[in-house]
Structure formats: structure tokens, C-alpha cells
């Protein structure tokens, strides 16, 4: 498949259906797979993810009821960080082209679950505040057997407590879907769980006040 066909597939899953799960490996390479597989798994050994929170404002709630994971932003800074900002950026373009969603930017952090970790039912948008728009998760893991848990549970837009699709972790497997119409759940993984979320955004990112004076 072209990249033309590509993208076509990617938008018509968002548009048809509200989400997409496809293999990234031909798009982004295994060697990419791979170091960006090494970064996360460095972060975490030298614990340097922090416990995520979940709602809006600038102090998050860190209510372990609802979600276990930990985060690393990411600041596009290192090479195989690049080379993803470059691949994300060349997608909210063809995404905009063809969806006319007006992305203006996106946003990415590492999360690893640990054994017992999941993220309870939820939507990663508020509605009508349309801040993040698509969301995009990708898998950072070897040989996930369906015994490890840890899949993404996803419900169907038409009916938000009908599951209609389970995404397994398995390494350069992506979830791409609508951040305010897909309900989706990450159920209880049973061993480390790697992966990368990425939120293409409508807003701008706010100056700092000092940059108006
Ligand atoms: C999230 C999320 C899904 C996953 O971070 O908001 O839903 O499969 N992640 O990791
Ligand atoms: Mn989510």
C-alpha cells in the first residue's frame, strides 16, 4: 500500500467508525520501534516516569481508582524522538487534509503500566471544549500473549457501553481514534506495559505572560 492509501485508510477508520488499529512497523520502521522501545524501558528502570493524574485544571488528581499509570512527556529532543515528531507531524497534515480537523499541534508522553496498572473507562476529551481531538497510542512491547492483559479496550461510538474492539500492546501496533467520541479503557496489565500516547490538538499552546510585555 502507498502512503497516499495509507493515510486515506487511516481517515476513513476515523471517520466511518471513530477509530483505527494498525501495524506501524511499515510507516515508522523497526529500528525506530526499537529505540524509542529502548527509551521508555531506560526511563523506567531508572524511574523516571511519575504517577499520572487524570481531569482538567493545573493540579490534577492522582486517583489510583482510576488510573495506575506513570509518564514521561516527551520533548522531542533526542534522535529517535525526532525522527517521531517529524512521522506525527507529516500525520496531522494528511489527517488535516483530508478530515479538515484543523490540528494545530500535538502532544506525547511515555507510559508504563506495571503488573496490576490499568486505566478505568474514559474519554481523553472534554466534550465541546475541543482541545484534544485525535489521540493515538503506540505499543512498545515484545511477544504481549493475551494471558499478559493490559489490551485496550475500546467502545463503540454509537453505543459507549458496547466493547467493539480489543487492541493487544504488541510492539508498533497503534490505536488511533476520536479523543472525545471513543470511550476506551486500558484493562489490568500482568506485566510491565510500554507505550507512547499522542494527542493532536486544535488550541495553540498560551503564551507566557512575559512574552506580552
Ligand atoms: C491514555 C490512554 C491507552 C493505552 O493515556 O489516555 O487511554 O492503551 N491510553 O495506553
Ligand atoms: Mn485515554
Redesign the pocket.
Known amino acids: 500500500m502507498d502512503k497516499i492509501q495509507w493515510f486515506d485508510e487511516l481517515a476513513w477508520g476515523l471517520s466511518e467508525r471513530g477509530w483505527i488499529s494498525f501495524d506501524a512497523a511499515p510507516w515508522f520502521g523497526v529500528d525506530l520501534l526499537r529505540s524509542l522501545q529502548d527509551e521508555i524501558m531506560l526511563l523506567d528502570q531508572n524511574d523516571a516516569l511519575k504517577r499520572?493524574g487524570v481531569g482538567r485544571g493545573i493540579a490534577p488528581i492522582r486517583d489510583r481508582s482510576i488510573r495506575r499509570?506513570k509518564i514521561a512527556w516527551l520533548q522531542g529532543v533526542s534522535e529517535p524522538q525526532v525522527a517521531l515528531f517529524g512521522l506525527l507531524e507529516s500525520l496531522r497534515m494528511e489527517l488535516n487534509q483530508r478530515l479538515f480537523l484543523g490540528l494545530r499541534r500535538f502532544e506525547a508522553h511515555y507510559?508504563t503500566?506495571h503488573s496490576g496498572d490499568f486505566?478505568k473507562a474514559?474519554v481523553?476529551s472534554f466534550q465541546g471544549r475541543a482541545s484534544r481531538i485525535v489521540?493515538l497510542?503506540l505499543?512498545l512491547n515484545d511477544d504481549w500473549k493475551p494471558l499478559d492483559g493490559g489490551e485496550?479496550q475500546v467502545f463503540n461510538r454509537e453505543n459507549p457501553n458496547e466493547v467493539c474492539g480489543l487492541?493487544l500492546?504488541e510492539k508498533g501496533r497503534v490505536?488511533l481514534f476520536m479523543s472525545e467520541e471513543i470511550r476506551?479503557e486500558?484493562l489490568e496489565a500482568h506485566r510491565t506495559?510500554y507505550?507512547l500516547?499522542c494527542w493532536f490538538r486544535q488550541d495553540v499552546i498560551p503564551l507566557p505572560l512575559s512574552a506580552l510585555l
Open positions: 499520572a499509570d507510559a503500566y486505566y474514559h481523553d489521540s497510542v505499543y485496550l487492541v500492546p490505536a476506551h486500558v506495559r507505550s500516547a
